[in-house]
C-alpha cells in the first residue's frame, strides 16, 4: 500500500501496463519517502523497467497513477521531465561526443547556462574517474565508462528524483564500490532514488527499503531485515565432493530441512532451510559421515536476500527465463515452486 | 524563455550534435560528395552521347540541375537512417527524459542534415563547372536555384524523419527509402527528356515533384533556353510555384506526424 502524503517523493497506485496480450505490470502500488532509497528487485522480465521508463515519463500506463515530487506523470509530464534524472538499463551516451560534450549537451538541454553545464561536466567526470577520457569520442569508452558517463549524464542537473535501473551491471567492483560510494553521497544531499538491481547485495547496501516484484505484481516489501526475517530460519549450507555425493546428502538431510533443500550440481553446493542452529549442524555432520560424504565446506548463516528472493518467487535472482522453463531453469526450482 | 526560443536553443544544441557526427566521421561527407561527383562524370562522359537533346542545350547543362535534386533528395534518406539509429542506442529515450522542446530533436536532425545536403550542391556545383555546366541566370536567379533543391530536400527529410521512428533499423529504413526514392528520381526528367517517355510514366512524371523541382532549378539557373519547349503540363509550366506547394503540404502532414511518432516511440 502506498504510504502516501506529501512527504512521498515518488508514490505509484495500481500501475498496470499492458503490452499486446501481455500484462507487465498488474496494479503495482509502492513510495519512495524523500531523501531515501527505494531498492525494486525482480526476477528478469518482472517489470521493474517498465515502472521505471513509466515514471520517467517515456511510457503511458494504461491503469493506476502515478506521481513525482507531487506532480502527475501522465497530465504533467513536462514538469516531470524536469526534476528528474534517468540512468535507463542501457547505457544512452553519443558515441561520437566526447564525454564532455555528452555531459554539456545534457546538461544545455536541462536548460543549465553554458558555463553551468561545462563546470558540472568537468566535476562529474572527475568523480566518475573519466578526466583522463574527457576529451575522447564515447566510441573509444569500454563498456563501464560509457556506464558511469551515462549516469554521470542523469546527474547534470542535480535531479530531485533519480531513476537508476541496474546502475552497476556491468561495472567492475571497483567502479561499483565507487557508485555505491556516490550515491550514498547523492542521498545524504536529499536526492531521491528509486533503483533497480539484480544484485541483492546492492539492495542490501544502499536500499532503506524494498520492493520485491514478480510477473508485474508486488510479492513482498520492507526492510531487507523484514524481509529475511519473513523467509525465517537460518540456512545449511554445505560442498561435497561429487555430483553423486550430492545426491546422497540431499537424501541423509532431507528431514532436517523445513523446506524442500536446494541443489546446485555445477558448484556441488546443497542449501536447507533449518532451525535449532549448532545441534543441526553437529547432526547433520554426523549422518554425512555416517554415509561417507566427502565435505568440502560446510556452514550455518542467516538467510541472505537470495534465499528471500528464491523463497518468494520460486525462482533465483539471476536466472534468465521469466516463465521458468527447462531451459535455463535447473530442476531444483521447480521442485521450491511447488 | 518563451517556448519557441526553448525550441530554437534545444534544436541548435542538437544540430551542433549531429554536427559534430560529422566532423568526427570524415567518411560521411566524403561519401556523401563523392557519389554525386561520380554521378555528374558518368552521366556526363558515359550516357552523354546517347541522349538526344534539342539543339540549343548542351547535356552537362541539362544534367545537372536533374544530379542536384537527385542527390539532394537522396541525402535526406540519412534522416531517417540516422533517427533510427538514435532509436536503437537509446538516445531517443535519453532525450525524452529531459525538459526539452518536443521537436528540438527532429529539427535537429533535419537542419543537420540540411547543412549536409548544401554541402553536397557545393562540391557538386564545382565539380559541373569543371565539365561544363554553367549558370545563365542573374544571381538572385541562382541563389533562388539552391535554395528550391534545398527546400524540397529539408521536407522530404521530415518524410525520411517519419520513416525512421516508424521502421527503426537503419539498414531497413535505408532500403526502404529506396524503393521510394529511386522511381521518384529516374520516372522523371532527371536525366533524360520527357519526351522519351511512354505516355503513361509520362504523365506521372511530369506531375512527379521531382521534376518540377529539377525543372525549378533548371530554369532559375538559366538551363532551359527558350529554344527548348518545356511539357504543357501545369505542373512544369509552373514548376517553382508546384514544387513550393508539395514542399508545403509535405511539411504540414509530416512535422505533426513525426512529432507525434517522437513522443510515441516508447509506447509499444
Ligand atoms: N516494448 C515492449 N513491448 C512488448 N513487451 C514488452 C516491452 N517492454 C517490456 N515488455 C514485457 O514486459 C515485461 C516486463 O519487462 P521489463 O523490461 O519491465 O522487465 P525487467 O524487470 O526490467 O526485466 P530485466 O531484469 O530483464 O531487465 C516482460 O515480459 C517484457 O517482455
Ligand atoms: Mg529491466
Redesign the interface.
Known amino acids: 500500500m502506498s504510504r502516501g502524503g506529501s512527504q512521498d517523493a515518488v508514490v505509484v497506485e495500481g500501475l498496470v501496463k499492458r ?1 499486446g496480450g501481455n500484462t507487465a505490470l498488474d496494479g503495482v502500488d509502492l513510495a519512495v519517502p524523500e531523501g531515501t532509497v527505494l531498492g525494486l528487485l525482480g526476477p528478469n522480465g518482472a517489470g521493474k523497467t517498465t515502472v521505471v ?1 513509466i515514471l ?5 500506463a494504461d491503469g493506476g497513477r502515478a506521481t513525482v515530487a507531487g506532480l502527475d506523470v501522465a497530465t504533467q509530464a ?2 516531470v ?2 526534476v ?1 534524472g ?1 540512468t ?1 538499463q ?8 566526447t564525454g564532455v ?1 555528452n555531459l554539456e ?2 546538461g ?4 543549465l547556462g553554458k558555463k553551468e553545464a561545462r563546470s558540472r561536466a568537468v566535476d562529474l567526470l572527475d568523480r566518475f574517474d573519466l578526466s583522463d577520457a574527457a576529451r575522447r ?1 564515447a566510441k573509444t569508452y569500454s563498456g563501464g565508462m560509457r556506464r558511469r558517463l551515462d549516469i554521470a ?1 542523469s546527474l547534470i542537473a542535480r535531479p530531485r528524483v533519480l531513476f537508476l535501473d541496474e546502475p552497476t551491471t556491468g561495472l567492475d567492483p571497483r567502479s561499483r564500490l565507487g557508485m555505491w560510494e556516490f550515491i550514498a553521497d547523492l542521498v545524504s544531499d536529499g536526492t531521491t532514488i528509486l533503483l533497480t538491481t539484480q544484485y541483492l547485495e546492492e539492495a542490501d547496501r544502499l536500499a532503506d527499503a524494498m520492493v520485491v516484484i514478480d510477473r508485474g505484481r508486488v510479492i513482498a516489501r520492507g526492510t531487507a531485515d523484514e524481509l529475511k526475517a519473513q523467509v525465517g530460519g537460518e540456512r545449511l549450507e554445505l560442498t561435497v565432493g561429487s555430483v553423486p555425493e550430492l545426491a546422497r546428502a540431499t537424501e541423509e538431510l532431507r528431514s532436517l530441512a523445513l523446506d524442500e533443500p536446494r541443489s546446485d550440481e555445477q558448484t556441488r553446493r546443497l542449501t536447507l532451510p533449518v532451525s535449532g542452529g549448532a545441534a543441526t549442524l553437529a547432526e547433520a555432520l554426523r549422518r554425512l559421515e555416517q554415509a561417507g560424504v566427502t565435505l568440502l565446506d560446510v556452514g550455518l548463516r542467516r538467510p541472505d536476500l537470495d534465499d528471500v528472493f528464491l523463497t518468494l518467487t520460486g525462482r533465483p535472482a539471476e536466472d534468465a527465463a521469466p516463465s521458468g522453463d527447462g531451459a535455463s531453469t535447473p530442476a531444483r526450482t521447480e521442485e521450491t515452486v511447488r | ?1 518563451s517556448a519557441l526560443t ?1 525550441t530554437v ?2 534544436s541548435l ?1 542538437i544540430t551542433r ?1 549531429n554536427l ?2 560529422v566532423k ?2 570524415p567518411d560521411l561527407i566524403v561519401f556523401a560528395t563523392l557519389s554525386p561527383i561520380m554521378f555528374v562524370l558518368l552521366f556526363r562522359y558515359v550516357f552523354g552521347g546517347a541522349i538526344n537533346l534539342p539543339d540549343g542545350i548542351t547535356y552537362a547543362e541539362f544534367l545537372l540541375p536533374g544530379i542536384f535534386a537527385q542527390t539532394v533528395v537522396f541525402g535526406s534518406t540519412t534522416t531517417g537512417a540516422s533517427i533510427a539509429e538514435d532509436l536503437q ?3 531517443i ?8 522542446s518536443r521537436s ?1 530533436v527532429l529539427i535537429g536532425r533535419t537542419v543537420a542534415d540540411l547543412g549536409l545536403n548544401a554541402i553536397s550542391i557545393v562540391v557538386m556545383a564545382l565539380t559541373g563547372l569543371l565539365v561544363g555546366w554553367r549558370i545563365n541566370s542573374s544571381v538572385p536567379e541562382a541563389i533562388g536555384g539552391f535554395l528550391i533543391l534545398l527546400v524540397f530536400a529539408f521536407a522530404v527529410s521530415w518524410m525520411m524523419a517519419l520513416v525512421g521512428l516508424l521502421v527503426r533499423t537503419p539498414e531497413v529504413v535505408n532500403n526502404a527509402s529506396f524503393i521510394v526514392i529511386f522511381p521518384l528520381t529516374f520516372v522523371a526528367n532527371t536525366f533524360v527528356p520527357l519526351e522519351s517517355f511512354p505516355s503513361v510514366l509520362r504523365t506521372f512524371a511530369e506531375w512527379n515533384p521531382v521534376s518540377t523541382v529539377v525543372q525549378a532549378a533548371r530554369n532559375l539557373f538559366g538551363n532551359q533556353p527558350d529554344s527548348v519547349p518545356v511539357a504543357d503540363a501545369w505542373s512544369l509550366q509552373n514548376p517553382v510555384l508546384y514544387t513550393l506547394i508539395w514542399a508545403a503540404v509535405i511539411l504540414a502532414v509530416f512535422v505533426p506526424l513525426a512529432v507525434r511518432a517522437y513522443l510515441g516511440t ?3
Open positions: 503490452f521508463r520517467s515519463t517515456l511510457l503511458q513536462d514538469q521531465r524536469g528528474i534517468l535507463g542501457y547505457a544512452a551516451v553519443d558515441e561520437y561526443l560534450e549537451m545534457v544545455r538541454l536541462y536548460r569520442p549524464a | 524563455m526553448n536553443s534545444d544544441v550534435r559534430i557526427k568526427r566521421v542506442k537509446g538516445l529515450d535519453r532525450f525524452r527524459s529531459l525538459p526539452m528540438a516508447a509506447k509499444r
